[in-house]
């Protein structure tokens, strides 16, 4: 069956410290991979996708992602966090036309 | 483009109320779902459409009926509403092949 496991619940991180989200995915065939985020009281916003090709992928607000077959994981990362970047992160699988997988969501908290 | 919207922002019912929870989106998609996200769940599906005439069941219907009459539009009723359906509701639509969801800013229901 497939799905999506995102194995922090809650992170904390300083302003200005990097920051790594794990997201790892359970899925038969070659997936796409998405990290959405989600602002208190807010939609979800896109972050950046995986469909094929180079395993790095760069998105939006200085984000990047590495998918990686072997361990199943497509990970989250930025090099210096913001006190704007505390949200809740959702990493996604899809596939068309009817399959859309979220993980359950990291909360982030950045310190001052 | 308006992308995703939603209305109404807000509702609150007592148990039994019907009611019907809108969904537009001008970009369009052939494919529409809905969610429901409850706290430390994520977001699950459910019901969704490939197109005008044609829905499914997703993971959590039970309580919710959906129809699709135009590309544009993919109303979600409530038809007997219940505490257990207290949740933020959030619509999204996607293009294929790509499949990346775009989602609208959500309708927070409470019912008591």
Same mark, same amino acid.
């Given at each position: #069956?497939? +799905?999506?496991?995102? &194995?922090?619940?809650?992170?904390?991180?300083?302003?200005? #410290?990097? =920051?790594? =989200? $794990?997201?790892? *995915?359970?899925? !038969? #065939?070659?997936? *796409?991979?998405?990290? *959405?985020?989600? +602002?208190?009281?807010? !939609?979800? %916003? =896109?972050?950046? /996708? *995986?469909? +094929? @090709?180079?395993?790095?992928?760069? @998105?939006?607000? @200085?984000?990047?992602?590495?998918? /990686? $077959?072997? %361990?199943?994981?497509?990970? =989250? $990362? /930025? &090099?210096s966090v913001h006190w704007s970047d505390? #949200?809740?992160?959702?990493?996604?699988? !899809?596939?068309?036309?009817? %399959?859309?997988?979220? !993980?359950? @969501?990291? +909360?982030?908290?950045?310190?001052? | 483009?308006?992308?995703?919207?939603?209305?109404?922002?807000?509702?609150?019912?007592?148990?039994?109320?019907?009611?019907?929870?809108?969904?537009?989106?001008?970009?369009?998609?052939?494919?529409?779902?809905?969610?429901?996200?409850?706290?430390?769940?994520?977001?699950?599906?459910?019901?969704?459409?490939?197109?005008?005439?044609?829905?499914?069941?997703?993971?959590?219907p039970n309580g919710y009926n959906v129809?699709?009459?135009?590309?544009?539009?993919?109303?979600?009723?409530?038809?007997?509403?219940?505490?257990?359906?207290?949740?933020?509701?959030?619509?999204?639509?996607?293009?294929?092949?790509?499949?990346?969801?775009?989602?609208?800013?959500?309708?927070?229901?409470?019912?008591?």
């Amino acid at each position: #069956a497939q +799905s999506v496991t995102q &194995p922090d619940i809650h992170i904390t991180v300083s302003e200005g #410290a990097s =920051l790594e =989200l $794990r997201c790892n *995915y359970s899925y !038969g #065939a070659t997936p *796409y991979l998405f990290w *959405y985020v989600q +602002s208190p009281g807010q !939609g979800l %916003q =896109l972050l950046l /996708k *995986y469909f +094929s @090709g180079d395993t790095l992928v760069q @998105g939006i607000k @200085g984000f990047e992602a590495e998918f /990686k $077959r072997s %361990q199943s994981s497509f990970n =989250l $990362r /930025k &090099p210096s966090v913001h006190w704007s970047d505390a #949200a809740e992160y959702f990493c996604a699988v !899809g596939a068309w036309p009817n %399959q859309f997988y979220f !993980g359950t @969501g990291t +909360s982030l908290t950045v310190i001052p | 483009n308006a992308g995703v919207t939603q209305t109404p922002k807000f509702q609150v019912l007592k148990t039994g109320q019907s009611m019907t929870l809108q969904c537009a989106q001008d970009m369009n998609h052939e494919y529409m779902s809905w969610y429901r996200q409850d706290p430390g769940m994520g977001l699950r599906l459910i019901h969704y459409s490939v197109g005008a005439g044609i829905t499914d069941q997703g993971e959590v219907p039970n309580g919710y009926n959906v129809s699709r009459s135009t590309t544009e539009d993919f109303p979600l009723r409530l038809l007997s509403a219940a505490p257990s359906q207290t949740s933020v509701y959030f619509c999204a639509s996607r293009p294929p092949p790509y499949n990346e969801q775009f989602f609208g800013p959500g309708t927070r229901l409470t019912v008591l």
